[in-house]
């Protein structure tokens, strides 16, 4: 029965929306914006773990090294930021699923490469906006198949887990945070909980834009105000799935708005 429900909750919510295919997103001409942030490794290494790990070694072999280690890792990110302060995190199932190669995660053409709504609006936003894109992934890896992927994030939302993040950053030297992410059961997915969960932004504003089959933003700024009291949040903007491929002009005029000029980078 529950299974059918959700079958038939995501028929409805995903119908236009899956599979998303090139739109102008394709033909536009290749912009790149610069990442931040751990990739996330093969296995359950976090990039904070590996980090640590590698600075014990350091430590065993040559002490001295270790302040080097240290003070390079700590400066170099906020030294990055200091360009724009603007942070794009965002995160997608296509770049946190389990089996790439059996996959109906949706996916958009964006300079010539396939990934997932999310990222291809996030990469819109770094360019224009001169930001550091930065991925949330998940040390635990999503069913990239729809209803187990439903069920998956249905579950995880019961329990209210915050499943623990791979990828870290340096947030000191931002004050402007997008953060880019699908709607997930009429809310944020639980791994963009877990971010909020682990980074204060007090003081900084933070921009939600998200993609969607019809719930818009859901329930985001009151959910990210709850979250960072501390931290100014702004209305957002946000893309339906399936138009997300011929959508760059609009967040452009978006960001336009909010006083972006765009052609930084
Ligand atoms: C588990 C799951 C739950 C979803 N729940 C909603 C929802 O409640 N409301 C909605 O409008 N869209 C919902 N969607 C649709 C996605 O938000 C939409 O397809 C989005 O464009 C996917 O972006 P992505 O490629 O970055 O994953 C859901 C999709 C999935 C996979």
Redesign the pocket.
């Known amino acids: 029965m529950k299974k059918m429900m959700t079958i038939a ?2 028929a409805a ?2 119908l ?3 599979g ?1 295919s090139a739109g102008d997103g394709g033909t536009r001409p290749a912009q790149t914006a610069r990442s931040v942030g751990g990739a996330k490794s093969e296995g359950t290494v976090s990039s904070e773990e590996s980090s640590e790990a590698a600075i014990n070694e350091a430590d065993e072999e040559d002490p001295s090294k270790t302040a080097d280690v240290t003070a390079a890792e700590e400066s170099a990110p906020a030294e990055e930021s200091a360009a724009s302060g603007i942070l794009v995190a ?5 770049e946190n699923g389990e089996n790439d190669a059996i996959t109906s ?4 053409s964006f300079s010539g490469e396939d ?7 996030a990469n819109v936003v770094a360019a224009y906006t001169g930001g550091d894109l930065f991925s949330i992934q998940t040390v635990k890896d999503y069913p990239l198949e ?1 209803n187990a ?6 579950a995880e939302q019961d329990a209210g887990e915050l499943p623990e993040l791979a990828t870290a950053v340096d947030i000191s030297g931002y004050d402007t945070v997008f953060v ?8 944020m ?1 639980q791994p963009i909980y877990s971010f909020f969960d682990k980074y204060d932004f007090s003081d900084k504003t933070i921009i939600p834009v ?7 933003l ?1 329930d985001s700024v009151s959910s990210i105000s709850a979250l960072e009291p501390g931290a100014a949040v702004l209305d957002g903007f946000s ?4 138009d ?1 491929g011929g959508s760059s002009e609009d967040i452009e005029e978006w960001l336009n708005g909010l006083g972006y000029q765009g052609g930084i980078r």
């Open positions: 909750v995501l919510l995903l236009a929306g899956c998303s965002y995160f997608t199932p296509a995660a949706s996916r958009v990934m997932g709504n999310a990222e291809a609006m729809y992927l439903a069920d998956e994030a249905k880019v992410y699908p709607i997930w059961w009429y809310t997915p998200t993609t969607h089959e019809g719930s818009g859901a893309v339906k799935g399936a997300v």
